[in-house]
């Protein structure tokens, strides 16, 4: 077993709570990282992605990694529903823990990679514990992962949807959000929708 495979390990069951920013005072499993604990995680993209709905939205997280814009949006969106969805096995299983720590009910997490394709993909592992890609071979590590494209995922999850999205991240909405990770190319290749919520 690799040192850092052990250290990751030993500190997957120490939790520890945020010191600052928007997700102050919430728990989070301490292999996560510094500057996730710390509550500083990218302030500028997290400020402008706040801005960006509401409560009552629904909101798609396509590369929620370990769970840091989910649980952001959780408590904003309130009555909505948040759908992170992380490809890697590893972020997934810390995605899992950190909503389950916080008690985030309105977050449902899933193990999958969105693709323009059913069935199975290759993850290519970025040299960090981000950056990983079922387009771009990054490293010499893999995985291989469930994928679905967007339409058979909210067909499986009976959502209804109105939602269009674009290669340059920014977002046509009608009352939803989606935030894209590494998945550009799925989305790319569909439109969807978030329907209104109901007033």
């Not at 499993?29 to 500028?44: K, L, M, Q, T």
């Not at 989910?70 to 490809?87: D, M, Q």
């Not at 935030?179 to 978030?194: K, L, P």
Request: charged share 20%.
């Amino acid at each position: 077993m690799k040192f850092k495979h052990l250290l990751k390990l030993l500190f997957s069951r120490i939790y520890i709570k945020i010191s600052s920013g928007p997700l102050k005072g919430k728990k989070w499993i301490a292999v996560s990282g510094y500057c996730f604990i710390r509550g500083d995680y990218e302030p500028y993209k997290t400020e402008a992605f706040l801005n960006n709905f509401s409560c009552g939205n629904t909101l798609f997280d396509i590369g929620a990694h370990i769970g840091t814009f989910s649980i952001l949006s959780s408590s904003k969106v309130g009555s909505g529903k948040v759908f992170a969805i992380e490809a890697s096995k590893d972020s997934f299983n810390l995605l899992r823990i950190n909503v389950a720590l916080n008690q985030c009910a309105n977050i449902s997490v899933y193990h999958l990679a969105i693709t323009d394709k059913e069935g199975t993909c290759t993850l290519y592992h970025g040299l960090q514990t981000w950056g990983h890609s079922t387009v771009k071979k990054r490293s010499k590590s893999s995985e291989t992962v469930e994928s679905c494209t967007l339409s058979t995922f909210l067909e499986r999850n009976r959502i209804a949807a109105q939602y269009t999205a674009n290669a340059t991240r920014k977002y046509e909405r009608n009352s939803g959000t989606c935030r894209a990770g590494s998945s550009m190319n799925a989305i790319r290749a569909e439109r969807a929708t978030v329907p209104a919520p109901r007033k």
